[in-house]
């Protein structure tokens, strides 16, 4: 996935909002609350990185190219890294990270849920 692709679709999902911070990181969040990481200095192959529930964390992070995320999953949080091929295809990480904006929208307070229009969550 390209920087483009990732913040396009990114930005796609209603109230996303964009920094960049970490040397350059493209940071997606929700409700201040942060839902994807991509990082591009790395060079051919960018770091994605995305909230997993917990029966997908399980699943993914022992797939070749995906990994628990350095730091986040260090702290006991469930976060994937799209590090290295073969990974995920675009359609299926595309798919994670809806799950993952998902995943922290719900987690967002009923007030902010509601001021952003996100009641069905």
């Known amino acids: 996935m390209t920087p483009d692709t ?4 990114c930005g796609s999902l209603a109230h996303a909002t964009h920094v960049v911070q970490w040397d350059g990181a493209d940071v997606w969040k929700i409700g201040g609350k942060m839902f994807a990481i991509g990082a591009w200095s790395w060079g051919a192959q960018a ?3 995305f909230k997993a529930t ?6 993914l992070r022992d797939m070749p190219g995906l990994r628990p995320a350095p730091y986040l999953a260090s702290r006991g949080l469930k976060w994937i890294q799209h590090y290295g091929e073969p990974g995920l ?11 993952s904006y998902v995943l922290v929208a719900r987690g967002l307070t009923r ?8 009641i069905d969550l």
Do not use: P, W
């Open 54 to 59: 917990e029966i997908a964390y399980d699943i």
């Open 47 to 49: 770091g994605i990185t």
């Open 89 to 99: 295809d675009e359609v299926a990480l595309k798919g994670q990270l809806h799950a």
């Open 6 to 9: 990732f913040n396009a679709f």
């Open 111 to 118: 007030k902010m849920r509601a001021s952003l229009g996100l």
